[in-house]
């Protein structure tokens, strides 16, 4: 277990009055109190540590020795330092023992702990999260439409609604999906709150324990989350290889999978786009052996240069694809509203299932929403964002060839996101402990895989933030990677011994 990653995005407050190896103690307490690190586990040596947060090895000794003094650790001579077990505290409930048993994926919880601790620091410019630029939700619009509308609305819209959705908005919804190619009724049309909950849905609607899936590697974290957590194994797909229809077909044959989980547009983390014969081949296969295809588009309507080809879901002539859409990035994430395009047995199906979750979702923003779309304000706020999110993505690489002589990077024609790769020695790991201690964070590529992963990929969304401010984060995470450089110059890695024969 790489335990480096519980401590991912954690600084030391290096004022006087509180000494490090003290901070350094009570941040290992926290972990093992609260069974993020449980009795057994083997911790870093001082020697890693003390790199790890930046200090002296005797501090790293000192942290230790206090938490071996309270009795939260043991030593042992020529092996290391373990967490000890714990007395059972009679008046606290064994929460830990409750929980559902189920897998997940690691990457996701370092994700969660390092986006926290990025969007809570001054100082700190994050790359990590993938979230459109507070400067243009157009909150004056929307409170223009609530004024505007409000006192003519009908009450009976803000009652309970139908599970499936507000219906105007699945009408308005409808018609923006004939602007992009797709015939869909309002019975075929779901509304939910954000895609995560579609794909959580989608997953009680199709998969049992044991199921398989395909997906594509790397992939959106999201998904992996929600398909691990009800029990399916995961088939990974590199859409780039000339021979993954024949991987597919493979899987296909031997697995029988549910679905095909793919973001062919802007893909997230990659900012990669299937070409058009791509698009049509797969369909193809997909058809001929009646395969789901679940298609995530979350970033089609953001390119910089030329629209992208036809979705899969405009293209399909058999009904095996589900669309799923959501509004938080190219509109604002506060609304919480995404939403699925399905054959109707299928919304019919994850309709009973969102009964149990929430009745219905927010009755105020879909109407909002509704309103929004319906008077025609989408296309120019959709016309802004794309120029000045291209703005970002072009200074965002500039100032990668800039200032990481050592990164090489895929150029995206549209979305949020760059893909990066280390071309030297030295892994991302290494380079986020630095980038955190130079005030700058990033997603490691390892949480976009359902598997085990090279140390050598990272994302980083332009979104977020101004081209100024992007050209000083690019320039930062530069400087950190100088510091690793340096460190493997200093420290060679040792040479392979010789085999014993």
């Known amino acids: 277990m790489d335990i480096a ?8 407050n290096n004022s006087p009055g509180s000494p490090l190896y003290q901070q350094i103690a009570e941040i290992v307490t926290q972990k093992i109190k609260s069974r993020e690190l449980p009795p057994g586990t083997r911790l870093l040596p001082e020697r890693d540590l003390a790199v790890l947060f930046g200090v002296s090895r005797t501090t790293a000794i000192n942290a230790y020795r206090l938490l071996e003094q309270e009795g939260l650790v043991r030593t042992r001579v020529g092996s290391g330092t373990y967490v000890a077990d714990q007395p059972a505290e009679e008046k606290e409930v064994p929460w830990a023992q409750l929980f ?110 044991g199921d398989y899936v395909v997906m594509e590697s790397p992939t959106f974290l999201g998904a992996i989350q929600a398909f691990q957590a009800a029990g399916a194994k995961i088939l990974g797909i590199d859409p780039s290889d000339t021979h993954y229809l024949s991987l597919l077909e493979d899987y296909i044959i031997r697995y029988r999978p549910k679905f095909l989980y793919i973001m062919p547009t802007f893909h997230n983390p990659t900012g990669s786009m299937l ?28 390119y910089f240069e030329k629209a992208p ?13 589900v669309y799923l859409g959501t509004f938080s990035k190219i509109l604002i994430p506060g609304l919480k509203i995404g939403y699925l395009a399905a054959p109707a047995i299928l919304i019919k199906k ?42 970002r993505r072009d200074a965002m690489a500039r100032a990668l060839r800039r200032f990481c002589e050592g990164v090489e990077f895929d150029f995206p ?48 969304c332009f979104a977020t933030h101004d081209e100024a401010v992007i050209t000083e984060g690019v320039r930062r995470l530069g400087k950190a990677l100088s510091a690793v450089k340096k460190e493997e110059k200093e420290s060679p890695r040792p040479l392979p011994a010789p085999p014993i024969v």
């Open 350 to 391: 994850m309709s009973f299932d969102k009964q149990y979750v929430d009745l219905n979702s927010n009755n105020f923003t879909q109407w909002l929403l509704h309103r929004y779309l319906e008077e025609g304000w989408l296309g120019g706020h959709l016309d802004i964002v794309r120029k000045e999110y291209k703005k």
């Open 309 to 321: 080809p036809p979705s899969l879901k405009a293209l399909d002539s058999y009904g095996g694809v």
């Open 5 to 12: 990653k519980y401590f991912t995005g954690i600084r030391l």
């Open 275 to 302: 070409p058009l014969k791509d698009r049509q081949d797969l369909l193809a296969l997909a058809a001929r052996h009646r395969l789901v295809i679940v298609e995530d588009d979350p970033y089609g309507d953001l």
């Open 413 to 460: 024609g549209g979305g949020y996101y760059i893909w990066c790769r280390l071309k030297e020695e030295g892994t991302v790991s290494r380079l986020l402990h630095e980038a955190v201690k130079n005030g700058i964070s990033f997603v490691p590529g390892d949480a976009f895989y359902a598997s085990a992963a090279l140390d050598k990929e990272f994302r980083l």
């Open 100 to 209: 559902k048993s189920y897998n997940q994926s690691y990457a996701s919880s370092v994700l969660r702990e390092m986006v926290s601790a990025s969007s809570s620091r001054a100082g700190i410019i994050s790359f990590a999260t993938g979230s459109p630029d507070p400067h243009f939700f157009p909150v004056q619009t929307l409170a223009d439409l609530f004024s505007n509308h409000i006192s003519s609305a009908s009450k009976a819209d803000f009652g309970y609604i139908p599970t499936d959705g507000y219906g105007p908005l699945r009408w308005s919804i409808c018609e923006m999906l004939k602007g992009k190619g797709i015939t869909s009724r309002q019975e075929e049309v779901m509304v939910v709150s954000g895609s995560q909950q579609g794909l959580y849905l989608l997953s009680k609607a199709l998969l049992e324990p």
